[in-house]
């Protein structure tokens, strides 16, 4: 896989470089700001070297999931702004991403200039599962670069025009973040120092049961929290009130904990609430004996004890998903005590998700204490299930 320090050796100056990032940040609902910048940050290494270089940088990315047509909430201007800042130079913002503005905003470019295009998703063809039209598409995007350079490692797992479809229309090369992401997630999935312990929350056993099955034969303990736990319990035979639950996933969960005894561990006590709110009636109670009317929002502190009591001991660790509903005050100790127990082991930690990284953030701990944070929440995940993600198979071809 050719990378940007090839690119560079070539000499990029005065050439169009398009690069494709992961700017898809999240958005407070009320003012419309940028709520956590991690995204952006991560990718200024590739952007700064290339602003040195003398390349014109043409940035790309998707916001948010807007439905093939121009969408105003999911505009990539107030992210202009902000990469602006970070970079110290103004950003030029086209605003659309292959018409008139793109044409001309990108055509105005001095040497060592950067210019973001609008929301990929505003064109059909970005995310069309038909060939023809994703390739019509990605035939107007690469008519805006000389050469290609994916740094969006949060969407290599998407088979989009962008991802899978430009790298096979120009020279290309993984950016930096790309490079560090598949370098320390090839730490887990080669061979971990163990003990190996995977830490699963979040809100649905579905999306995650692809991984959990692909990590069940690897790792020593998976610590099972978040909505997804009440799933479990309900197959351990315990009673979850009105919790989240995905009935037809109890039994798969059963078999999943009979094929490793002892593997998976889950929680022992939660905190159980009247109300999904954040001033709601709340107590901790047995995980068997969440009382009927009340739903569990997050881990209770019995449970956090047993889980850093396991952390304490791992040599590597991978976390992906909250543990409780982490946005509200109340239900956020769950997430916060594994998280500190996390950086407190004597291991190499990588936090794997858009979501958890900003729930880091959020609770106010130091990115630098964790070995590694990856922007990519479905993209880590499906690369430690070892599948084939077309964003990094087009830059291998
Ligand atoms: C993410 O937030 O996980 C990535 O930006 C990919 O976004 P998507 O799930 O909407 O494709
Ligand atoms: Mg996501």
Not at 49 to 74: I, M, T, W
Request: some cysteine.
């Amino acid at each position: 896989m050719r990378n940007l320090d090839d690119l560079l050796a070539e000499g990029v100056s005065g050439r169009r470089v398009l690069v494709r990032a992961d700017l898809n940040v999240p958005l407070d609902k009320q003012t419309g700001e940028i709520s956590d910048d991690g995204r952006i940050r991560a990718v200024l290494p590739t952007l700064s070297a290339l602003v040195q270089a003398g390349a014109k940088v043409v940035v790309c990315s998707h916001l948010g999931r807007p439905k093939g047509k121009p969408d105003p909430q999911f505009s990539l201007r107030p992210v202009a702004g902000r990469l602006g800042e970070l970079l110290g130079a103004p950003v030029h913002f086209a605003e659309d991403t292959v018409g008139d503005s793109a044409r001309s905003t990108v055509a105005a470019l001095a040497d060592g200039q950067v210019a973001l295009l609008e929301n990929l998703r505003f064109n059909a063809g970005e995310t069309s599962k038909d060939d023809a039209e994703r390739g019509a598409f990605a035939d107007q995007l690469a008519a805006l670069g000389d050469t290609y350079v994916d740094d969006a490692f949060g969407a290599v797992h998407r088979k989009h025009a962008s991802v899978h479809d430009v790298p096979a229309r120009l020279p290309h090369a993984a950016g930096r973040l790309v490079l560090r992401e598949v370098e320390v997630l090839s730490r887990l999935t080669g061979e971990p120092e163990r003990p190996y312990v995977v830490v699963l929350g979040g809100s649905k056993v579905s999306d995650k049961l692809a991984v959990i099955e692909a990590l069940l034969p690897t790792v020593d303990r998976l610590l099972i929290g978040g909505g997804m736990c009440f799933t479990f319990l309900k197959a351990q035979g315990h009673e979850v009130g009105t919790s989240l639950l995905e009935k037809d996933m109890v039994e798969t969960c059963r078999n999943l904990m009979e094929r490793a005894p002892g593997k998976i561990m889950l929680p022992v006590d939660v905190v159980a609430a009247d109300a999904f709110a954040p001033d709601a009636a709340h107590d901790t109670v047995p995980a068997d004996g969440i009382p009927s009317h009340r739903l569990g929002l997050d881990i209770g502190p019995e449970t956090v004890a047993g889980f850093a009591a396991v952390l304490s001991q791992a040599k590597t660790i991978f976390w992906n998903g909250p543990m409780g509903v982490f946005e509200m005050a109340a239900f956020a100790s769950g997430t916060r005590g594994v998280a500190e127990a996390i950086t407190k082991a004597d291991a190499f930690s990588v936090v794997g998700g858009g979501d958890s990284a900003a729930a880091v953030r959020a609770l106010g701990l130091d990115d630098s204490s964790f070995g590694h944070i990856s922007t990519g929440g479905g993209a880590s995940l499906e690369y430690l299930e070892g599948k084939t993600l077309p964003g990094i198979a087009a830059l291998e071809n």
